[in-house]
């Protein structure tokens, strides 16, 4: 229980604030709604309170995360993942280069345990990228806030791109994590295939290009697995970060 126990959603109410509500033992939407009296709220700033948290309690259960990212603090719309977990979307794209006039190559996809490329000149296309957003509830990348995010929609212009989003490299500095997501992975004691730790954006540009001007297909079939190491790795180190945020932000019980 992340977001029920999430009061930074209302008006006015900080992380001080937060911890101040949950010092009296109130450490639910529901503990909240039950009380008559929670300090710092008068009465009438109390009635409002709980109306959100009623509209919140509907959002919940209709699955409507733009709701809470709406009310969250930018910074803390990672509380939506724990809940939402299993309708999230995993995404990282491989390009070539770092322009915003490259070429988008590859766009990998997990959702729910289940990994797809999708591969320009194939089936990278605006509608089978709505297709593999369709549903999800939120996404999370490394680093995709000023990149991966802003390529697609300059490319594709899809609504599913502006879901609640979670980038993991700002959630990994809270937790004192700081670097690309291979580094990170490292001090997580998360490892990859040895034929994948080493490579870099650059190897998949140049893997790229033997696969578009020369066909070496073995060239496209390693970076497609270079990119599905990168994707599913998102899943592990979200968890992880997650679960230490959690742990660094909420009281016990």
């Known amino acids: 229980m992340v977001l029920e126990r999430s009061f930074i959603l209302l008006d006015r109410v900080g992380e001080r604030t937060e911890r101040r509500i949950w010092d009296q033992g109130v450490h639910t939407w529901d503990d909240f709604l039950d009380r008559d009296v929670v300090s710092p709220f008068s009465r009438q700033r109390k ?42 979307v995993f995404l990282d794209i491989e390009t070539t280069g ?58 594709y212009n899809n609504p599913g791109l502006d879901l609640p989003h979670l980038d993991l490299r700002f959630l990994a500095r809270r937790t004192g994590l700081t670097g690309g997501l291979k580094r990170i992975e490292g001090k997580l004691g998360l490892e990859r295939d040895r034929e994948f730790a080493m490579m870099t954006g650059e190897d998949a540009v140049h893997l790229w290009h033997l696969w578009d001007r020369r066909g070496n297909r073995k060239a496209l079939d390693l970076l497609l697995q270079y990119n599905e190491a990168d994707v599913m790795n998102l899943v592990e180190v979200a968890d992880i970060i997650s679960d230490q945020v959690t742990e660094d932000t909420f009281p016990p019980g």
Do not use: C
């Open 47 to 88: 009635e409002v309170a709980d109306r959100v948290l009623g509209l919140a309690k509907d959002a919940f259960s209709e699955g409507s995360t733009f709701f809470f990212a709406d009310r969250l603090p930018n910074r803390e719309v990672w509380r939506l993942y724990p809940n939402f977990r299993e309708e999230a």
């Open 98 to 155: 770092l322009s915003r006039h490259a070429a988008i190559t590859v766009v990998g996809v997990a959702r729910a345990g289940r990994f797809r490329a999708l591969v320009r000149g194939q089936d990278l296309t605006r509608q089978e990228l709505a297709s593999q957003l369709e549903g999800a509830k939120m996404i999370v990348t490394f680093n995709g806030a000023s990149f991966d995010l802003p390529m697609l929609r300059g490319r």
